[in-house]
């Protein structure tokens, strides 16, 4: 199992980005799909997350500004970042609870990171 996120770069403040991951590889269930963000010099925190029944949550530091999606086949997770602000500047993640095919257990795979930073 695969995750491959893009999206990132420079925005200004007040901006907005779209943040991608693709999920692929040998997939029997997707469980879970979320994104977290590690700023410098702190810890990789939950931004937002999205059950496989479409429940979601939010940081409270994000809430009213992002947004999580994903397509009908779950394989794609998006993250909608408006008003940016400077301290949204971090390497954003992906990450998935999946149960591969022929697994009796779900795993959690990650992605390799993009970079936000938000100018102000």
């Known amino acids: 199992v695969q995750l491959q996120a893009s999206g990132g770069g420079l925005v200004q403040a007040g901006g907005s980005l779209r943040l991608s991951c693709e999920v692929s590889?040998?997939?029997?269930?997707?469980?879970?799909e979320g994104w977290y963000r590690q700023a410098p010099g702190k810890q990789r925190e939950l931004v937002a997350g999205?059950?496989?029944?479409?429940?979601?949550k939010y940081a409270d530091s994000v809430k009213e500004r992002f947004a999580i999606s994903r397509d009908s086949a779950k394989t794609t997770v998006y993250l909608q970042m408006n008003s940016l602000k400077p301290e949204d500047t971090a390497v954003y993640y992906c990450?998935?609870?999946?149960?591969?095919?022929?697994?009796?257990?779900?795993?959690?795979?990650w992605g390799q990171g993009t970079l936000v930073t938000v100018s102000s």
């Open positions: 990450n998935a609870e999946t149960r591969p095919r022929g697994a009796v257990s779900t795993t959690i795979y």
């Open positions: 590889g040998s997939i029997f269930s997707i469980n879970y």
């Open positions: 999205i059950s496989s029944g479409g429940s979601t």
